[in-house]
Every structure is written in C-alpha cells, then in structure tokens.
C-alpha cells in the first residue's frame, strides 16, 4: 500500500479476499461515530465493501442487503466477548446504517432523507453513490474509491477525512505491511 503527501491510500488492484480482507478491518477499526462514503460505478464492490466491513463490526454479512429500493437500511449493534488477560470482557460494537443513494436523483429529497440524524456514536452510516451527500457529511469519514479491474480484482483508493481517519489508515497500513511481511517469510 503506497501514501501520498495528499493523506489518499492507493491499494491498487486486489483480489476479491484482499479486498474484502481490507474492508472487513476497517470495520474492525471502526469506533462508531464515522461515516464511509463509497464511490464507484455498478460492480465496482460497494455493497461487497460494506458486507466486509459489517462483518469487522461483529454483524452477520449474509443479512447485509443493498438498501437500493429502501434507501436505508439498519443493523443494530452487536456485543461479543472478547479475551482480555485470560478475563472475558463484554464489548459492544457500533451498529451500520447502510444507504445507498443510488435512486435519490436531486439534493432536495436527499436532505429530506435527513441523514444527518442518523450520525450517532453508537454507528458507522456507510453511503453508496454518495454525491448528493459528500458535501454534507462531518469529519470523521472515508471516502473510498472502488473500481472494477476484471471480475476478480478490484481498485481500492482512500482519503481520510478527520485525525481519527488518519490514525486509522495509518494502522491498517501497519497491519497490511506486517501481514504481507508474513507472507514472505
């Protein structure tokens, strides 16, 4: 994975299991309280991208389902345990809200969709086709940029919005090196 001096991630062309790997620890990162903004045209994996992220936040990808005709679509929160010093904590992770913006066809029904009020801390909101709403969304977000290469490879690019989005690609870059490290060895 290469960095810009413009904060943008280029992964180039990975495997479909490279990129749903790479998604599905995003989601793994992810706090609740951010916002991922998923450009690309039909096929480029959006909905692929947020099932694996689902996944990373503890929820069951199979139930994941494009919200085209719905709009919004939303996953509750999930709590797991998790070992911690041989002592199992309970922790809680954010629930998804997943829209896709794709059927919204002017500014004024996608504000009337107040997304807004479904930003919670307790939440990731992932968007697909998000031109209507990038200029809208708040820091902390990603902006993905997914691009089909062939039907077993896929483009991903992207830009951090916010110190926390930074830190977390920063991470994922530590953890993408050391596991291609591993790979070598």
Known sequence: MERGAEEIYELGELDLGEFE?????????????????????????????????ADGLGIDRDYVRSPTFNIVNSYPRRSSRKENNENPVQVERPGLIHVDLYRVESEEEMLDLALHDLVDLDTVVAVEWPELYVKYVSQPYLI?????CDESKRSMRIEPHGRKMTTLLNRLVMIINEDERREGE
């Open 21 to 53: 790997r790479v998604a599905k620890k995003i989601g793994e990162m992810l706090e609740g309280g951010e916002t991922v903004l998923l450009f690309g045209d039909l096929g480029s994996g959006k909905t692929t991208f947020v099932k694996s992220m």
């Open 144 to 148: 993905v940029r997914l691009e089909h």
